[in-house]
C-alpha cells in the first residue's frame, strides 16, 4: 500500500515541492528512506517511529520504505517528519486521500509527537499556492510567519494527534487570517531618528544624496566622529518598503532561520553590519546546500562595514558580483543557486591606523608608508563601485551640547521619496533600473547630457586628478541625482562640482 503527503525543501531562497511516498511491505520491521536525504532525513526515522507511537498510532511492523521525490534534488532539514509520519499512519487512520492531495505540510517531531518550527516557512508556502494545494499544515508555533501569504490556508497544528484529526475532519481548526498588513503596519517604525546625530551636516548631506540615488558611500574620519551612528540612521531616510519587498526580504530572512515568534515579518529595511573577521561564504553565502549571506540578508535594505580596510582582501573582492549585478550567483556540483542582493554599500573607515591624519587636534603617529599599504588595502575596482567618498571631522563641543537636534529623518525622507519617484518616471521603460545609480552605459549618455560649463568641469578635474573611466561614469550618476533633490531637469556645474567633491579619496587622500 502507498500513501502520498506533500512537502517542500528549500534551494537558496525559493522552495521546491516534494512528494513524500511511504510503502508497507513484509519483512523484519524497519524503516528506510530514500531520495538523496541528508543526514537530518535520515535521523527522521527515530524521531517519526517515537512520535507516531506517543501519540497513539501504529505503525507497520515489516520493512517501510519512504521515498522523497524527485529523487535528484537533495533533501535537508527536519521539516519531513510531519508528512512522513502522516504517510506511513493515513491508511491505518482511514485520512481521506483527497484531503492529502489537497494538503502540503512541514514541521519537525518532538519525541512526544508535538510539532517544532523550521526554517523557510514563507517560501514553502508561496510553493504550496503556486502548486495549487488548497492548506499548509505548520507548527502553531510558527504559523503567523506562514500567514502573509493570501490565497492559501495556513493550518498551525501543535501535535501530530491535532494534525491527523485534523486532515480526518474530527476536529475543526480555522486558518490563520492572512497577516500582511497588519504585520506590516505594526513593523514598519524606526526606534531611531536622523535628528539624533548632532553636527555633521556636510556628511547628512552626503548620506542623503546617497539614499536619493541609491549610490554606495565610504565615510573616512577619526573614531569617535559618528559614522556609525549616521550609519545606522541611514535606513530611516529611506522610502518605505511595498509590501511586495517586504515579503521578498522576509523569504530571505525566513530561509536563514532568523524569524521568531515575535519577529514573523521584515517590514523595515534591514540593516546588516558584519564585523571585519568575516569569512567570504558568511558574506557571500554559501554552504553544501548554499545559504544566503551577509548580502542577501542586507537585500532591500542597508549593508555596513565599518573599517572596511580591516577586511581581508579576499572578501572584499566577492563584493564586486553583487555590487554590478544585484544578486549572487553561488554554484556547487549539485548545481547553481541564486540569492537576490540588492543593497546599499555604506563603508567606513579611518583616514590611517591610529586614525589621526589630517586631524588638527591630535597628532597622528603613523608615517606615509604605513598610512599608504593601509589604505591600499581597498582596491582600485572596488573603489571605483563607491559612487561617494566623504569626509567626516569631529564635532565641536557647541554642536554636541546644543539642545536642538538635527533635521528629522521624515522630511529628508520625503525628499529622498520626490526624487526616487522622479527616478521611477525616468526609467519606467527600462526593468532593473530603477534609481540612477543603475543606469547604464547607454543611460548615461541620454539622461546625463552635459551644458559647456559643467563639461569644462568634468573634464578639467578628470585632466587634474586622473580619475578612471568607472569613475567618470560614477561622477555623472551622482550629479544627476543632484539634479533631482533640486528638481532640475539639467545637470549644472554646481551638481558637476558638488559630485566631484564627494570624490575624496581620488582628489587628495589616496596616496
Avoid at 573582492?317 to 553583487?322: A, W
Avoid at 547553481?336 to 567606513?348: E, R, Y
Avoid at 530603477?434 to 543606469?439: C, G, K, P, R, V
Avoid at 547607454?442 to 586622473?466: F, S, Y
Wanted: proline residues 6%; neutral net charge; aromatic residues 4%.
Amino acid at each position: 500500500m502507498v500513501a502520498r503527503t506533500y512537502s517542500a525543501t528549500l534551494v537558496g531562497v525559493n522552495a521546491v515541492e516534494v512528494e513524500v511516498e511511504s510503502h508497507d511491505g513484509g519483512g523484519n520491521p524497519r524503516m528506510l528512506i530514500v531520495g538523496l536525504p541528508d543526514a537530518s532525513v535520515k535521523e527522521s526515522r527515530e524521531r517519526v517511529t517515537a512520535a507516531i507511537n506517543s501519540s497513539g498510532f501504529i505503525m507497520n511492523d515489516g520493512v517501510t520504505t519512504v521515498n522523497l521525490a524527485p529523487a535528484d534534488l537533495k533533501k535537508e532539514g527536519p521539516g519531513f517528519d510531519l508528512p512522513i509520519a502522516i504517510s506511513l499512519i493515513a491508511h491505518r487512520s482511514r485520512i481521506p486521500i483527497p484531503v492529502l492531495s489537497e494538503t502540503a505540510m512541514i514541521g519537525e517531531l518532538a519525541l512526544n509527537g508535538e510539532l517544532r518550527p523550521v526554517r523557510g516557512l514563507l517560501a514553502i508556502a508561496l510553493e504550496a499556492r503556486a502548486r495549487g494545494r488548497k492548506r499548509l499544515l505548520v507548527p502553531k508555533r510558527a504559523a503567523a510567519e506562514a500567514s502573509v501569504v493570501a490565497g492559501i490556508d495556513i493550518i498551525g497544528v501543535a501535535n501530530l494527534r491535532e494534525a491527523v484529526d485534523y486532515l480526518k475532519s474530527d476536529v475543526e481548526i480555522l486558518p490563520e487570517p492572512c497577516r500582511a498588513t497588519e504585520f506590516f503596519a505594526a513593523a514598519s517604525n524606526y526606534d531611531i531618528d536622523f535628528s539624533d546625530v548632532k553636527g555633521q551636516g556636510d556628511a547628512k548631506r552626503a548620506i542623503e544624496v546617497a539614499v536619493a540615488g541609491g549610490h554606495n558611500i565610504l565615510m573616512i574620519g577619526p573614531p569617535g566622529t559618528g559614522k556609525s551612528m549616521i550609519a545606522k540612521r541611514i535606513a530611516t531616510i529611506m522610502p518605505g518598503m511595498s509590501e511586495e519587498e517586504a515579503i521578498e526580504t522576509t523569504k530571505i530572512h525566513s530561509a536563514a532561520g532568523l524569524l521568531g515568534e515575535h519577529s514573523a515579518f521584515v517590514a523595515t529595511r534591514p540593516f546588516r553590519a558584519p564585523h571585519h573577521t568575516i569569512s567570504d561564504a558568511g558574506l557571500l553565502g554559501g554552504g553544501t546546500n548554499p545559504g544566503p549571506g551577509e548580502v542577501s540578508l542586507a537585500h532591500n535594505g542597508v549593508l555596513f562595514l565599518d573599517e572596511l580596510p580591516e577586511f581581508r582582501r579576499s572578501t572584499l573582492e566577492v563584493l564586486r558580483q553583487p555590487l554590478e549585478d544585484g544578486k549572487v550567483t553561488i554554484s556547487r556540483a549539485a548545481g547553481t543557486v541564486t540569492f537576490p542582493a540588492q543593497f546599499m554599500l555604506v563603508a567606513a573607515m579611518n583616514p590611517c591606523p591610529c586614525g589621526y591624519y589630517g586631524d588638527l587636534k591630535r597628532e597622528c603617529r603613523c608615517g606615509p608608508p604605513v598610512i599608504q599599504r593601509y589604505r591600499q588595502r581597498i582596491s582600485g575596482p572596488l573603489l571605483d563601485r563607491i559612487d561617494l567618498h566623504v569626509e567626516v571631522p569631529l564635532v565641536d563641543y557647541k554642536a554636541l551640547a546644543s539642545q536642538s537636534g538635527g533635521e528629522a529623518s521624515e522630511p529628508v525622507r520625503k525628499r529622498v521619496e520626490t526624487a526616487r519617484l522622479m527616478q521611477q518616471e525616468r526609467f519606467a521603460a527600462h526593468p532593473g533600473v530603477h534609481t540612477n545609480s543603475s543606469m547604464t552605459p547607454r543611460l548615461i549618455k541620454k539622461h546625463c547630457e552635459l551644458d559647456a560649463e559643467a563639461a569644462g568641469c568634468l573634464e578639467h578635474a578628470m585632466g587634474e586628478m586622473n580619475f578612471s573611466a568607472r569613475a567618470h561614469d560614477r561622477i555623472l550618476k551622482v550629479a544627476r541625482t543632484l539634479a533631482d533633490l533640486g528638481a532640475c531637469d539639467r545637470i549644472t556645474a554646481d551638481h558637476v562640482l558638488e559630485a566631484i567633491g564627494y570624490r575624496t579619496l581620488d582628489r587628495k587622500m589616496w596616496m
